[in-house]
Protein backbone atom coordinates (compact mmCIF):
# COMPACT_ATOMS: atom_id res chain seq x y z
CA UNK A 1 0.00 0.00 0.00
CA UNK A 2 0.94 3.36 -0.95
CA UNK A 3 -0.05 5.65 1.78
CA UNK A 4 2.43 8.44 1.24
CA UNK A 5 3.64 9.47 -2.02
CA UNK A 6 6.11 12.38 -2.65
CA UNK A 7 6.34 13.98 -5.96
CA UNK A 8 9.50 16.34 -6.48
CA UNK A 9 10.18 19.09 -9.32
CA UNK A 10 13.18 21.43 -9.07
CA UNK A 11 16.37 19.09 -7.97
CA UNK A 12 17.57 20.86 -10.00
CA UNK A 13 16.92 24.26 -10.47
CA UNK A 14 17.44 24.62 -14.69
CA UNK A 15 14.70 21.76 -15.21
CA UNK A 16 11.80 23.49 -15.91
CA UNK A 17 9.36 20.81 -17.04
CA UNK A 18 8.89 19.14 -13.49
CA UNK A 19 8.99 22.24 -12.26
CA UNK A 20 5.84 23.44 -13.98
CA UNK A 21 4.06 20.13 -13.79
CA UNK A 22 4.09 20.78 -9.94
CA UNK A 23 3.47 24.65 -9.71
CA UNK A 24 0.47 23.56 -11.90
CA UNK A 25 -0.81 20.97 -9.83
CA UNK A 26 -0.64 23.20 -6.63
CA UNK A 27 -2.32 25.83 -8.30
CA UNK A 28 -4.97 24.02 -10.46
CA UNK A 29 -4.61 20.66 -8.26
CA UNK A 30 -4.23 17.32 -9.75
CA UNK A 31 -6.81 15.15 -11.65
CA UNK A 32 -9.55 14.27 -10.03
CA UNK A 33 -8.73 10.42 -9.86
CA UNK A 34 -5.82 11.02 -7.65
CA UNK A 35 -7.84 12.42 -4.69
CA UNK A 36 -7.87 9.26 -2.52
CA UNK A 37 -4.07 9.68 -2.89
CA UNK A 38 -1.91 11.20 0.16
CA UNK A 39 0.55 12.98 -2.38
CA UNK A 40 2.75 16.17 -1.38
CA UNK A 41 4.04 18.20 -4.56
CA UNK A 42 7.26 20.13 -3.99
CA UNK A 43 10.18 21.92 -5.40
CA UNK A 44 13.22 20.64 -3.81
CA UNK A 45 15.88 23.69 -4.79
CA UNK A 46 14.30 26.65 -4.60
CA UNK A 47 17.39 28.75 -4.78
CA UNK A 48 18.72 26.79 -7.55
CA UNK A 49 15.11 27.79 -9.46
CA UNK A 50 15.68 31.07 -8.36
CA UNK A 51 19.25 31.58 -10.14
CA UNK A 52 17.82 29.33 -12.65
CA UNK A 53 20.71 26.71 -12.31
CA UNK A 54 21.21 23.23 -11.77
CA UNK A 55 22.41 23.96 -8.69
CA UNK A 56 23.93 26.87 -6.39
CA UNK A 57 27.07 24.79 -4.84
CA UNK A 58 27.12 20.73 -5.49
CA UNK A 59 24.65 18.41 -7.81
CA UNK A 60 21.55 17.95 -5.16
CA UNK A 61 20.94 15.06 -6.64
CA UNK A 62 24.28 13.48 -5.76
CA UNK A 63 23.89 14.42 -1.81
CA UNK A 64 21.48 11.42 -0.85
CA UNK A 65 24.09 8.57 0.00
CA UNK A 66 23.88 7.23 4.06
CA UNK A 67 27.66 8.83 4.28
CA UNK A 68 26.64 12.67 2.76
CA UNK A 69 23.53 12.80 4.94
CA UNK A 70 25.31 11.53 8.42
CA UNK A 71 28.62 13.80 7.09
CA UNK A 72 29.23 17.13 8.47
CA UNK A 73 29.52 18.70 4.87
CA UNK A 74 27.50 22.37 4.46
CA UNK A 75 27.33 23.55 1.03
CA UNK A 76 23.72 24.72 0.12
CA UNK A 77 22.78 21.51 -1.61
CA UNK A 78 24.22 19.25 1.17
CA UNK A 79 22.68 21.17 4.16
CA UNK A 80 19.00 21.38 2.10
CA UNK A 81 19.22 17.69 1.24
CA UNK A 82 19.62 16.73 5.36
CA UNK A 83 16.59 19.01 5.97
CA UNK A 84 14.36 16.81 2.91
CA UNK A 85 15.86 13.80 4.28
CA UNK A 86 14.54 14.95 7.83
CA UNK A 87 11.03 16.04 6.50
CA UNK A 88 10.51 12.83 3.96
CA UNK A 89 12.77 10.26 4.70
CA UNK A 90 14.85 9.36 6.85
CA UNK A 91 16.43 7.42 4.39
CA UNK A 92 16.69 3.40 4.50
CA UNK A 93 13.76 3.76 7.58
CA UNK A 94 11.12 6.23 5.65
CA UNK A 95 8.43 7.47 6.60
CA UNK A 96 7.21 8.50 2.50
CA UNK A 97 6.52 4.92 0.65
CA UNK A 98 7.46 6.42 -2.46
CA UNK A 99 9.42 9.06 -3.85
CA UNK A 100 9.16 10.51 -7.76
CA UNK A 101 11.74 12.90 -8.94
CA UNK A 102 11.18 14.45 -11.93
CA UNK A 103 13.64 15.83 -14.34
CA UNK A 104 14.67 16.81 -17.94
CA UNK A 105 17.62 16.33 -20.23
CA UNK A 106 18.80 18.29 -23.20
CA UNK A 107 19.06 14.61 -24.92
CA UNK A 108 16.81 13.36 -26.95
CA UNK A 109 15.31 10.12 -24.24
CA UNK A 110 12.09 10.62 -24.61
CA UNK A 111 10.14 9.84 -21.86
CA UNK A 112 12.06 7.89 -19.59
CA UNK A 113 11.24 6.11 -16.22
CA UNK A 114 14.25 5.48 -14.47
CA UNK A 115 13.93 3.01 -11.55
CA UNK A 116 16.92 1.58 -9.28
CA UNK A 117 15.79 -1.80 -8.70
CA UNK A 118 14.41 -4.53 -11.64
CA UNK A 119 13.11 -6.41 -8.41
CA UNK A 120 9.30 -7.42 -8.64
CA UNK A 121 7.42 -4.60 -7.65
CA UNK A 122 9.50 -2.02 -10.18
CA UNK A 123 9.35 -4.50 -13.22
CA UNK A 124 5.16 -4.13 -12.58
CA UNK A 125 5.39 -0.50 -12.15
CA UNK A 126 7.66 -0.45 -15.29
CA UNK A 127 5.14 -2.80 -17.45
CA UNK A 128 2.22 -0.99 -16.47
CA UNK A 129 3.99 2.50 -18.09
CA UNK A 130 4.85 1.11 -20.55
CA UNK A 131 1.62 -0.41 -21.46
CA UNK A 132 -0.17 2.88 -20.76
CA UNK A 133 2.69 4.66 -22.64
CA UNK A 134 4.77 2.90 -25.16
CA UNK A 135 6.79 5.40 -26.41
CA UNK A 136 8.34 5.50 -22.97
CA UNK A 137 11.75 4.41 -22.36
CA UNK A 138 12.72 2.28 -19.44
CA UNK A 139 16.44 2.85 -18.30
CA UNK A 140 17.41 0.25 -15.13
CA UNK A 141 20.29 1.80 -13.10
CA UNK A 142 20.58 -1.29 -10.51
CA UNK A 143 24.86 -1.79 -10.81
CA UNK A 144 24.37 -0.74 -6.89
CA UNK A 145 21.77 -1.14 -3.98
CA UNK A 146 18.88 1.35 -3.65
CA UNK A 147 20.66 2.60 -0.51
CA UNK A 148 24.02 3.18 -2.48
CA UNK A 149 22.29 5.56 -4.89
CA UNK A 150 23.30 9.41 -3.80
CA UNK A 151 19.61 10.69 -5.79
CA UNK A 152 17.56 12.31 -4.15
CA UNK A 153 14.44 10.11 -4.88
CA UNK A 154 16.12 7.37 -2.39
CA UNK A 155 15.19 8.56 1.02
CA UNK A 156 11.65 6.81 0.32
CA UNK A 157 10.98 3.20 0.86
CA UNK A 158 10.73 3.08 -3.21
CA UNK A 159 11.94 5.89 -5.64
CA UNK A 160 12.01 6.71 -9.03
CA UNK A 161 12.86 9.10 -11.69
CA UNK A 162 11.41 10.43 -14.49
CA UNK A 163 13.58 12.17 -17.15
CA UNK A 164 12.73 13.35 -20.38
CA UNK A 165 13.95 15.59 -23.06
CA UNK A 166 15.46 16.87 -25.28
CA UNK A 167 14.76 20.19 -23.43
CA UNK A 168 16.99 23.21 -23.29
CA UNK A 169 18.30 23.66 -19.63
CA UNK A 170 15.70 27.09 -18.95
CA UNK A 171 13.21 26.43 -21.78
CA UNK A 172 10.15 24.93 -21.13
CA UNK A 173 8.82 22.78 -24.40
CA UNK A 174 5.20 22.07 -24.48
CA UNK A 175 5.71 18.43 -26.02
CA UNK A 176 8.23 17.83 -22.99
CA UNK A 177 5.95 19.37 -20.37
CA UNK A 178 3.51 16.95 -22.19
CA UNK A 179 5.39 13.55 -21.91
CA UNK A 180 6.33 14.58 -18.28
CA UNK A 181 2.55 15.23 -17.08
CA UNK A 182 1.65 11.53 -18.95
CA UNK A 183 4.34 9.90 -17.41
CA UNK A 184 3.72 11.18 -13.89
CA UNK A 185 0.06 10.12 -14.04
CA UNK A 186 0.48 6.70 -15.51
CA UNK A 187 3.18 5.98 -12.32
CA UNK A 188 0.12 7.53 -10.34
CA UNK A 189 -2.39 5.40 -11.63
CA UNK A 190 -0.17 2.25 -11.01
CA UNK A 191 -0.23 3.55 -7.60
CA UNK A 192 -3.67 3.79 -7.63
CA UNK A 193 -4.20 0.31 -9.20
CA UNK A 194 -1.80 -1.11 -6.77
CA UNK A 195 -3.56 0.01 -3.56
CA UNK A 196 -6.73 -1.42 -5.17
CA UNK A 197 -4.94 -4.54 -5.71
CA UNK A 198 -5.52 -4.48 -9.53
CA UNK A 199 -1.81 -5.15 -10.35
CA UNK A 200 -1.64 -8.99 -11.44
CA UNK A 201 1.91 -10.29 -12.24
CA UNK A 202 0.05 -12.58 -15.21
CA UNK A 203 -1.65 -9.78 -16.49
CA UNK A 204 0.96 -7.82 -17.77
CA UNK A 205 3.40 -8.45 -20.61
CA UNK A 206 6.90 -7.74 -20.10
CA UNK A 207 8.21 -5.01 -21.53
CA UNK A 208 11.85 -4.28 -23.62
CA UNK A 209 13.78 -2.20 -20.77
CA UNK A 210 17.49 -0.36 -20.77
CA UNK A 211 20.67 -1.72 -18.32
CA UNK A 212 22.71 1.07 -17.70
CA UNK A 213 26.18 0.34 -18.49
CA UNK A 214 28.98 2.83 -18.41
CA UNK A 215 29.84 6.29 -19.07
CA UNK A 216 31.81 7.30 -22.16
CA UNK A 217 33.98 10.29 -22.62
CA UNK A 218 35.01 12.82 -25.20
CA UNK A 219 38.24 12.33 -26.60
CA UNK A 220 40.67 14.70 -24.94
CA UNK A 221 44.26 16.39 -25.96
CA UNK A 222 46.75 16.12 -23.88
CA UNK A 223 45.33 19.57 -22.47
CA UNK A 224 42.54 17.96 -21.13
CA UNK A 225 40.70 19.52 -24.47
CA UNK A 226 38.09 18.09 -26.41
CA UNK A 227 39.20 16.98 -29.94
CA UNK A 228 36.31 15.85 -31.30
CA UNK A 229 32.40 15.92 -31.15
CA UNK A 230 28.86 14.04 -30.80
CA UNK A 231 28.53 12.30 -34.66
CA UNK A 232 25.60 13.86 -36.52
CA UNK A 233 24.81 10.28 -37.01
CA UNK A 234 24.69 9.40 -33.20
CA UNK A 235 23.23 12.73 -31.87
CA UNK A 236 19.35 12.41 -31.31
CA UNK A 237 19.65 8.98 -31.66
CA UNK A 238 19.35 7.87 -27.65
CA UNK A 239 17.92 4.83 -26.95
CA UNK A 240 18.88 3.51 -30.79
CA UNK A 241 21.29 0.58 -31.66
CA UNK A 242 24.73 1.70 -32.13
CA UNK A 243 26.83 -1.26 -33.53
CA UNK A 244 30.26 -1.77 -33.78
CA UNK A 245 31.69 -0.21 -36.95
CA UNK A 246 28.94 2.89 -36.77
CA UNK A 247 30.38 6.36 -36.37
CA UNK A 248 30.57 8.02 -32.55
CA UNK A 249 32.50 10.95 -32.82
CA UNK A 250 33.58 13.43 -35.69
CA UNK A 251 37.03 14.87 -34.90
CA UNK A 252 37.80 18.64 -35.06
CA UNK A 253 40.02 17.57 -38.62
CA UNK A 254 37.07 15.90 -39.64
CA UNK A 255 37.78 12.05 -39.28
CA UNK A 256 35.00 9.73 -37.86
CA UNK A 257 35.63 7.65 -34.56
CA UNK A 258 33.88 4.38 -34.75
CA UNK A 259 32.53 2.43 -31.76
CA UNK A 260 34.71 -0.34 -31.00
CA UNK A 261 32.58 -2.58 -28.65
CA UNK A 262 31.96 -6.15 -29.40
CA UNK A 263 28.53 -5.82 -29.46
CA UNK A 264 25.43 -3.46 -30.28
CA UNK A 265 25.00 -0.96 -27.09
CA UNK A 266 22.08 1.27 -26.20
CA UNK A 267 23.11 4.73 -25.68
CA UNK A 268 21.52 7.78 -23.89
CA UNK A 269 22.36 10.78 -22.47
CA UNK A 270 23.97 11.78 -25.67
CA UNK A 271 25.49 15.41 -25.78
CA UNK A 272 23.60 16.20 -22.20
CA UNK A 273 24.07 19.39 -20.97
CA UNK A 274 25.35 18.84 -17.30
CA UNK A 275 27.55 16.42 -18.19
CA UNK A 276 29.44 19.12 -20.04
CA UNK A 277 32.02 19.52 -17.05
CA UNK A 278 32.98 16.09 -16.43
CA UNK A 279 33.52 15.84 -20.49
CA UNK A 280 30.71 12.42 -20.38
CA UNK A 281 29.59 12.03 -24.03
CA UNK A 282 27.30 9.27 -23.96
CA UNK A 283 26.09 6.32 -21.79
CA UNK A 284 25.78 3.23 -22.93
CA UNK A 285 23.20 0.14 -21.98
CA UNK A 286 21.99 -3.26 -22.52
CA UNK A 287 18.58 -3.82 -23.85
CA UNK A 288 16.81 -6.50 -21.75
CA UNK A 289 13.37 -7.59 -20.94
CA UNK A 290 11.79 -7.10 -17.79
CA UNK B 1 39.21 47.30 -48.18
CA UNK B 2 38.95 44.93 -44.96
CA UNK B 3 42.81 45.65 -43.44
CA UNK B 4 41.33 44.19 -40.54
CA UNK B 5 38.76 41.98 -39.41
CA UNK B 6 38.46 40.54 -35.76
CA UNK B 7 36.35 37.04 -35.57
CA UNK B 8 34.94 36.29 -32.16
CA UNK B 9 33.89 33.60 -30.09
CA UNK B 10 32.40 33.50 -26.44
CA UNK B 11 30.51 36.31 -25.71
CA UNK B 12 28.47 34.67 -24.52
CA UNK B 13 30.40 32.07 -22.43
CA UNK B 14 27.84 29.05 -22.82
CA UNK B 15 27.64 29.52 -26.75
CA UNK B 16 29.99 27.05 -27.63
CA UNK B 17 29.48 26.82 -31.28
CA UNK B 18 31.64 29.68 -32.04
CA UNK B 19 33.93 29.01 -29.19
CA UNK B 20 34.93 25.64 -30.92
CA UNK B 21 34.99 27.34 -34.27
CA UNK B 22 37.31 29.67 -32.81
CA UNK B 23 39.78 27.51 -30.97
CA UNK B 24 39.95 24.85 -33.61
CA UNK B 25 40.85 27.66 -36.58
CA UNK B 26 43.49 28.51 -33.35
CA UNK B 27 45.03 25.14 -33.30
CA UNK B 28 44.14 23.63 -36.69
CA UNK B 29 44.68 27.02 -39.23
CA UNK B 30 41.92 28.57 -41.24
CA UNK B 31 41.04 27.50 -44.75
CA UNK B 32 44.47 28.77 -46.88
CA UNK B 33 41.96 30.27 -49.28
CA UNK B 34 41.90 33.52 -46.70
CA UNK B 35 45.75 33.50 -46.40
CA UNK B 36 45.43 36.99 -47.73
CA UNK B 37 43.27 38.16 -45.03
CA UNK B 38 44.23 39.40 -41.79
CA UNK B 39 41.74 38.06 -39.51
CA UNK B 40 41.89 37.86 -35.73
CA UNK B 41 40.32 35.22 -33.92
CA UNK B 42 39.65 36.06 -30.00
CA UNK B 43 37.46 34.25 -27.59
CA UNK B 44 36.08 37.60 -25.60
CA UNK B 45 34.94 36.39 -22.17
CA UNK B 46 37.35 33.41 -20.94
CA UNK B 47 35.72 33.49 -17.57
CA UNK B 48 32.30 33.05 -18.63
CA UNK B 49 33.66 30.60 -20.39
CA UNK B 50 35.52 28.76 -17.21
CA UNK B 51 32.05 28.85 -15.95
CA UNK B 52 30.30 27.58 -18.31
CA UNK B 53 27.54 30.88 -18.22
CA UNK B 54 26.27 33.27 -20.26
CA UNK B 55 28.35 35.99 -18.43
CA UNK B 56 29.73 36.19 -14.83
CA UNK B 57 27.77 39.51 -13.74
CA UNK B 58 26.16 41.20 -16.95
CA UNK B 59 25.74 40.62 -20.09
CA UNK B 60 28.94 41.37 -22.24
CA UNK B 61 26.81 41.86 -25.23
CA UNK B 62 24.88 44.84 -24.01
CA UNK B 63 27.77 46.52 -22.68
CA UNK B 64 29.28 48.20 -26.17
CA UNK B 65 26.98 51.09 -25.86
CA UNK B 66 29.25 54.62 -25.92
CA UNK B 67 27.11 55.58 -22.85
CA UNK B 68 28.56 52.26 -20.94
CA UNK B 69 32.02 52.10 -22.58
CA UNK B 70 32.62 55.64 -21.46
CA UNK B 71 30.93 54.84 -17.77
CA UNK B 72 32.48 53.88 -14.44
CA UNK B 73 30.15 50.92 -14.51
CA UNK B 74 32.26 48.58 -12.95
CA UNK B 75 31.07 44.50 -13.25
CA UNK B 76 33.22 42.02 -14.52
CA UNK B 77 31.72 42.43 -18.13
CA UNK B 78 31.82 46.23 -18.47
CA UNK B 79 35.80 46.25 -17.28
CA UNK B 80 36.11 43.58 -20.11
CA UNK B 81 34.21 45.62 -22.39
CA UNK B 82 36.34 48.80 -22.05
CA UNK B 83 39.79 46.51 -22.61
CA UNK B 84 38.17 44.98 -25.68
CA UNK B 85 37.02 47.82 -26.86
CA UNK B 86 40.68 49.29 -26.47
CA UNK B 87 41.97 46.70 -28.21
CA UNK B 88 39.91 46.41 -31.16
CA UNK B 89 38.12 49.91 -31.06
CA UNK B 90 37.11 52.11 -30.06
CA UNK B 91 34.13 52.28 -31.22
CA UNK B 92 33.31 55.07 -33.14
CA UNK B 93 36.59 55.54 -34.62
CA UNK B 94 37.58 51.78 -34.84
CA UNK B 95 41.19 50.45 -35.88
CA UNK B 96 39.28 47.10 -36.78
CA UNK B 97 37.46 46.95 -40.26
CA UNK B 98 34.67 44.49 -39.72
CA UNK B 99 34.16 42.89 -36.12
CA UNK B 100 32.23 38.99 -36.92
CA UNK B 101 30.45 37.87 -33.68
CA UNK B 102 29.77 34.27 -33.19
CA UNK B 103 26.62 32.87 -31.06
CA UNK B 104 24.18 30.18 -30.81
CA UNK B 105 20.50 30.17 -29.90
CA UNK B 106 18.31 27.52 -27.92
CA UNK B 107 15.89 28.28 -31.15
CA UNK B 108 15.47 26.87 -34.20
CA UNK B 109 16.87 29.84 -36.09
CA UNK B 110 19.42 27.61 -38.34
CA UNK B 111 22.03 29.98 -39.77
CA UNK B 112 20.79 33.66 -39.33
CA UNK B 113 23.08 36.61 -40.36
CA UNK B 114 22.28 39.07 -38.33
CA UNK B 115 22.96 42.56 -39.87
CA UNK B 116 22.61 46.27 -37.91
CA UNK B 117 22.76 48.09 -41.29
CA UNK B 118 20.44 47.97 -44.27
CA UNK B 119 22.52 50.10 -46.54
CA UNK B 120 24.29 49.34 -49.51
CA UNK B 121 27.45 46.96 -47.99
CA UNK B 122 25.07 45.27 -45.99
CA UNK B 123 22.95 44.14 -48.61
CA UNK B 124 25.48 43.19 -50.87
CA UNK B 125 27.02 41.31 -47.78
CA UNK B 126 23.47 39.55 -47.17
CA UNK B 127 22.90 38.89 -51.08
CA UNK B 128 26.68 36.98 -51.14
CA UNK B 129 25.78 34.95 -48.00
CA UNK B 130 22.19 33.90 -49.11
CA UNK B 131 23.79 32.80 -52.63
CA UNK B 132 26.51 30.98 -50.81
CA UNK B 133 24.13 29.48 -48.34
CA UNK B 134 20.55 29.09 -49.42
CA UNK B 135 19.68 27.98 -45.96
CA UNK B 136 20.94 30.72 -44.58
CA UNK B 137 18.55 33.08 -42.88
CA UNK B 138 19.08 37.39 -42.82
CA UNK B 139 17.76 39.45 -39.54
CA UNK B 140 17.99 43.16 -40.08
CA UNK B 141 17.94 45.19 -36.65
CA UNK B 142 18.21 48.59 -38.24
CA UNK B 143 15.69 49.88 -35.33
CA UNK B 144 18.01 52.13 -34.37
CA UNK B 145 21.62 53.36 -35.67
CA UNK B 146 24.46 51.18 -35.67
CA UNK B 147 26.13 52.80 -32.94
CA UNK B 148 23.31 52.96 -30.84
CA UNK B 149 23.45 49.29 -29.87
CA UNK B 150 25.55 47.93 -27.07
CA UNK B 151 26.90 44.44 -29.34
CA UNK B 152 30.74 43.57 -28.84
CA UNK B 153 30.42 43.81 -33.09
CA UNK B 154 29.69 47.53 -32.85
CA UNK B 155 33.12 48.33 -31.87
CA UNK B 156 34.57 47.60 -35.70
CA UNK B 157 33.94 50.13 -38.61
CA UNK B 158 31.47 47.74 -39.68
CA UNK B 159 29.56 44.88 -37.39
CA UNK B 160 27.85 41.89 -37.82
CA UNK B 161 26.88 38.49 -35.64
CA UNK B 162 26.28 34.83 -36.46
CA UNK B 163 23.32 33.44 -34.46
CA UNK B 164 22.63 29.65 -35.02
CA UNK B 165 20.42 27.21 -33.37
CA UNK B 166 18.51 25.66 -32.00
CA UNK B 167 21.45 24.36 -29.70
CA UNK B 168 21.46 23.92 -25.56
CA UNK B 169 23.56 26.05 -24.05
CA UNK B 170 26.86 24.19 -22.89
CA UNK B 171 26.26 21.61 -26.09
CA UNK B 172 28.04 21.23 -29.09
CA UNK B 173 25.97 20.03 -31.95
CA UNK B 174 27.39 18.97 -35.39
CA UNK B 175 24.76 20.48 -37.49
CA UNK B 176 25.44 23.95 -35.30
CA UNK B 177 29.01 23.73 -35.48
CA UNK B 178 28.95 22.93 -38.62
CA UNK B 179 26.47 25.99 -39.84
CA UNK B 180 28.51 28.29 -38.29
CA UNK B 181 31.48 27.34 -39.79
CA UNK B 182 29.84 27.32 -43.30
CA UNK B 183 28.11 30.78 -42.43
CA UNK B 184 31.74 32.58 -40.90
CA UNK B 185 33.37 30.98 -44.31
CA UNK B 186 30.63 32.62 -46.48
CA UNK B 187 31.15 36.21 -44.78
CA UNK B 188 35.06 35.79 -45.05
CA UNK B 189 34.51 34.82 -48.90
CA UNK B 190 32.48 38.23 -49.24
CA UNK B 191 35.34 39.95 -47.91
CA UNK B 192 37.85 38.39 -49.92
CA UNK B 193 35.80 38.94 -52.76
CA UNK B 194 34.79 42.77 -52.13
CA UNK B 195 38.76 43.40 -51.92
CA UNK B 196 39.38 42.03 -54.79
CA UNK B 197 36.85 43.91 -56.74
CA UNK B 198 34.82 41.30 -57.39
CA UNK B 199 31.22 42.22 -55.68
CA UNK B 200 28.76 44.19 -57.92
CA UNK B 201 25.75 45.36 -56.95
CA UNK B 202 24.05 44.35 -60.07
CA UNK B 203 25.08 40.75 -60.56
CA UNK B 204 23.84 39.52 -56.72
CA UNK B 205 20.24 38.71 -56.45
CA UNK B 206 17.62 40.73 -54.91
CA UNK B 207 17.12 38.22 -51.06
CA UNK B 208 14.68 37.36 -48.59
CA UNK B 209 15.34 39.19 -45.20
CA UNK B 210 13.24 39.61 -41.70
CA UNK B 211 13.37 42.79 -39.80
CA UNK B 212 13.21 43.05 -36.66
CA UNK B 213 9.89 43.95 -34.94
CA UNK B 214 9.20 43.64 -31.26
CA UNK B 215 9.46 41.20 -28.22
CA UNK B 216 6.52 38.89 -27.53
CA UNK B 217 6.08 38.11 -23.57
CA UNK B 218 5.00 34.96 -21.86
CA UNK B 219 1.14 35.92 -20.11
CA UNK B 220 1.91 36.42 -16.64
CA UNK B 221 0.09 36.40 -13.99
CA UNK B 222 -0.83 38.97 -10.99
CA UNK B 223 2.52 37.27 -9.19
CA UNK B 224 4.41 37.84 -11.96
CA UNK B 225 4.26 33.53 -13.01
CA UNK B 226 3.99 32.02 -16.54
CA UNK B 227 0.60 30.91 -16.92
CA UNK B 228 1.19 29.29 -20.24
CA UNK B 229 3.92 28.06 -22.49
CA UNK B 230 4.83 27.93 -26.48
CA UNK B 231 2.51 26.56 -27.98
CA UNK B 232 4.04 23.04 -30.28
CA UNK B 233 2.50 24.78 -33.35
CA UNK B 234 4.65 27.72 -32.74
CA UNK B 235 8.09 26.15 -31.15
CA UNK B 236 10.82 25.39 -34.00
CA UNK B 237 9.03 27.15 -36.15
CA UNK B 238 11.43 30.42 -36.34
CA UNK B 239 11.34 32.25 -39.11
CA UNK B 240 7.81 30.56 -40.44
CA UNK B 241 4.81 32.71 -41.10
CA UNK B 242 2.79 33.10 -38.15
CA UNK B 243 -1.09 34.39 -39.74
CA UNK B 244 -3.72 36.31 -37.20
CA UNK B 245 -5.32 33.77 -35.28
CA UNK B 246 -2.82 31.04 -35.59
CA UNK B 247 -2.08 29.57 -31.68
CA UNK B 248 1.40 31.13 -30.03
CA UNK B 249 0.50 30.44 -26.42
CA UNK B 250 -0.99 26.79 -24.45
CA UNK B 251 -1.95 27.86 -21.04
CA UNK B 252 -1.55 25.67 -17.92
CA UNK B 253 -5.36 25.05 -18.17
CA UNK B 254 -5.33 23.84 -21.36
CA UNK B 255 -6.33 26.89 -23.42
CA UNK B 256 -4.74 28.06 -26.91
CA UNK B 257 -4.21 31.79 -27.09
CA UNK B 258 -3.96 33.12 -30.57
CA UNK B 259 -1.96 35.57 -32.76
CA UNK B 260 -4.10 38.78 -32.53
CA UNK B 261 -1.79 40.51 -35.00
CA UNK B 262 -3.08 42.49 -37.76
CA UNK B 263 -1.18 40.66 -40.19
CA UNK B 264 1.69 38.35 -40.69
CA UNK B 265 4.66 38.00 -39.04
CA UNK B 266 7.99 35.66 -38.57
CA UNK B 267 8.38 34.93 -34.65
CA UNK B 268 11.94 34.17 -34.05
CA UNK B 269 14.16 33.84 -30.92
CA UNK B 270 11.42 31.31 -30.30
CA UNK B 271 11.43 29.83 -26.33
CA UNK B 272 15.31 31.06 -26.29
CA UNK B 273 16.58 30.21 -22.65
CA UNK B 274 18.79 33.21 -22.32
CA UNK B 275 15.70 35.43 -22.71
CA UNK B 276 14.14 32.75 -20.03
CA UNK B 277 14.54 35.66 -17.32
CA UNK B 278 13.20 38.63 -19.65
CA UNK B 279 10.08 36.34 -19.72
CA UNK B 280 10.33 37.32 -23.46
CA UNK B 281 8.82 34.05 -25.51
CA UNK B 282 9.71 35.21 -29.07
CA UNK B 283 10.26 38.35 -31.21
CA UNK B 284 8.14 39.66 -34.39
CA UNK B 285 10.26 40.51 -37.65
CA UNK B 286 8.63 41.49 -41.18
CA UNK B 287 9.54 39.85 -44.36
CA UNK B 288 11.43 42.29 -46.61
CA UNK B 289 13.64 42.22 -49.67
CA UNK B 290 17.08 43.34 -49.44
Known sequence: MFESIALFGGTHGNETSGIQLIRNWQQYGMPAR????NVSLNIANEAALAANVRFVEEDLNRQFTLERLESSASSKEAVLAK???ETFGPKGHSQTDFVIDIHNTTSEMGATLIILEADE???QLARYVKQQMPEANILVEDEKPYLDHGYLCTIGKKGVMIEVGGQPQGVLREDVYLLTQTMAEAILDFCMAYNNGQI?????????????????SFPLNENGHRTAMIHHALQDNDFKPLLPGMPVFRTFEGKDILWEGKKETYPHF??????FKLDVAFATSERIEL
Do not use: M, Q, W
Not at 200 to 216: H, I, S
Open 200 to 216: DAETLPKCEAFRLGDNV
Open 34 to 37: FNTL
Open 270 to 275: INEAAY
Open 121 to 123: FHT
Open 83 to 85: SIN
